[in-house]
């Protein structure tokens, strides 16, 4: 079985705080800094608290990534809000499973790939802001699919789904690149959810209303 090396693609340095949180971290910074040198200290004080929560929100940890033969992860942190069976998904034109993971503005928003593969599609599309926790948001909100081909002969489709506040979804990794268990591969900006499709030979591992960690926390298992 082919291997891949787990590639950082969402930060390039020690630091753990997602790359493309930096010019917003540096705008409130600098604002927060400029009111406090002509002496607007309460203006000052507000941006300084808002430097602190943005540089929360684009946090990176690292996350230890479970070995187990045919352990799926999740893509996202968040609570678990719906496990459905559909009739159709991105890149599915069979039955499928649905895990839809709801995070909110305090969750970890830098997503990883469930499993070892390699990227079939990468597919971008445009649509409304609707709240993401809401069942209509999977078909109409702005989102982007991945489809993984597995080591193991199946595929899985990862769907981030832009919410009311997010205005923003980044994805870091193209169509044809090899991808790892626990991979970064992108996030959305300021509260979302992260649909997964599995096949219906899945044995599915988590409950609604479970809150799991990207990367870390098994959702199911390939058989």
Request: glycine letters at 8%; hydrophobic letters at 45%.
């Amino acid at each position: 079985m082919e291997q891949h090396r787990i590639v950082n693609r969402v930060r390039n340095n020690p630091i753990p705080i997602a790359r493309s949180g930096y010019p917003f971290i540096l705008v409130s910074a600098m604002a927060a800094v400029g009111f406090a040198l002509i002496g607007f200290e309460t203006i000052a004080i507000l941006g300084a608290v808002a430097a602190l929560f943005i540089t929360f929100f684009f946090r990176d940890p690292e996350r230890r990534v479970p070995k187990a033969p045919g352990a799926v992860v999740s893509p996202a942190d968040g609570r678990v809000i719906s496990i459905e069976a559909v009739s159709r998904a991105p890149f599915f034109s069979e039955p499928c499973r649905r895990i839809s993971i709801f995070m909110t503005v305090f969750n970890v928003h830098v997503n990883r790939v469930p499993y070892e593969g390699r990227i079939g599609a990468v597919e971008y599309r445009p649509g409304s802001f609707m709240a993401a926790n809401r069942d209509r948001a999977s078909e109409l909100n702005e989102r982007n699919a991945i489809l993984v081909n597995t080591e193991r002969g199946t595929k899985i489709s990862v769907v981030q789904v832009a919410g009311w506040i997010a205005r923003r979804i980044v994805c870091a990794i193209r169509e044809n690149e090899p991808v790892a268990r626990g991979e970064r591969f992108g996030l959305i900006r300021f509260g979302s959810r992260v649909d997964v499709y599995l096949p219906d030979t899945v044995s599915v591992h988590v409950k609604v209303g479970q809150r799991v960690k990207a990367g870390a926390s098994i959702i199911g298992y390939l058989k």
